[in-house]
């Protein structure tokens, strides 16, 4: 069977996340971080951030609110049951940093089918209050069995 | 970090994600997939028991190439990985990785996230600033 492929091109609304104090320390915390930049407002001072700054990959937990649509999306027409995350990609601009409000866009860069599976590309782009780009993400996904 | 070579190890990374891990990274990333935190979902779904989030290993794979960078988060410029083997809670993983090569002050490292011989994720090419 064919693979859908008219998504591709496919842009969502974008959406828009505040980062708080509490949420990065959380997510500092789990991954073991204590970099005191991540925790102390101070410290983060101090090292020439506006406030405690997001760890890297807490680019995930702004970014992924708009992947849920694209996801979703019945024009993608993924089947979840065989979906696996297989890569991830991100490359850092500005830091992100408590108080910063994140609006990020999501777009399918490519569908295509080999050995019976399906790739998934989307892209993630996140830019800040200013307009500046703080993490541009790449988003693999394998759906097996297409 | 200015004696680093192409070829060179990088400090190794060993973290023992304790049982109730997955449910502390579901509630600091939002990503409740009952995969990570429902033993009797994941068995449904042919699992043996629920998995660690691939990016949660991503983490762990971040702080380690950024400690390479000193430890500042803003010497991460890039992260790219490829998700393999499922990781499980309760068993140590490694991160492991050598430098790939030197370009000025920018180190491109190879890294590997491994459970004993379950690569869970491989291919990891980080770009740090030194």
């Known amino acids: ?34 970099n005191p930049v991540h925790l102390d407002r101070e410290a983060a001072k101090a090292a020439g951030y506006r406030d405690v700054v997001a760890p890297p990959m807490f680019a995930v937990v702004y970014s992924s609110p708009a992947m849920a649509p694209a996801m979703f999306d019945p024009d993608v027409g993924m089947n979840f049951a065989a979906m696996v995350h297989g890569g991830q990609e991100f490359e850092w601009d ?45 988003w693999t996904l394998i759906v097996r069995g297409v | 970090m200015g004696d680093l070579n192409a070829g060179d190890a990088i400090p190794e990374l060993r973290v023992t994600p304790d049982k109730y891990l997955p449910h502390r990274y579901a509630g600091a990333s939002g990503d409740f997939n009952p995969i990570h935190i429902d033993p009797e979902f994941a068995k449904a779904v042919g699992l043996p028991n629920t998995i660690l989030h691939g990016l949660y290993m991503m983490g762990l794979v971040a702080r380690a190439a950024t400690d390479v960078g000193g430890g500042d988060p803003r010497a991460l410029k890039r992260l790219s990985v490829q998700f393999r083997g499922m990781g499980a809670p309760e068993t140590e993983i490694a991160v492991t990785g050598t430098v790939k090569s030197l370009d000025g002050d920018r180190a491109t490292l190879d890294v590997v996230a491994a459970q004993g011989e379950n690569q869970t994720i491989r291919n990891a090419e980080a770009e740090v600033q030194l």
């Open chain 1, 94 to 138: 500005e830091p992100a940093c408590c108080g910063d409000e994140i609006t990020t866009t999501a777009k399918c860069r490519d569908i295509s089918e080999k050995d019976g599976k399906g790739f998934y590309l989307f892209e993630t782009d996140s830019v800040n209050q200013n307009g500046d780009r703080v993490a541009r993400g790449t």
């Open chain 1, 1 to 34: 069977m064919a693979i859908k492929t008219e998504a591709i091109g496919k842009e969502w609304p974008a959406t828009k996340y505040e980062i708080g104090r509490e949420k990065i320390r959380e997510y500092a915390t789990v991954v073991g971080l204590d």
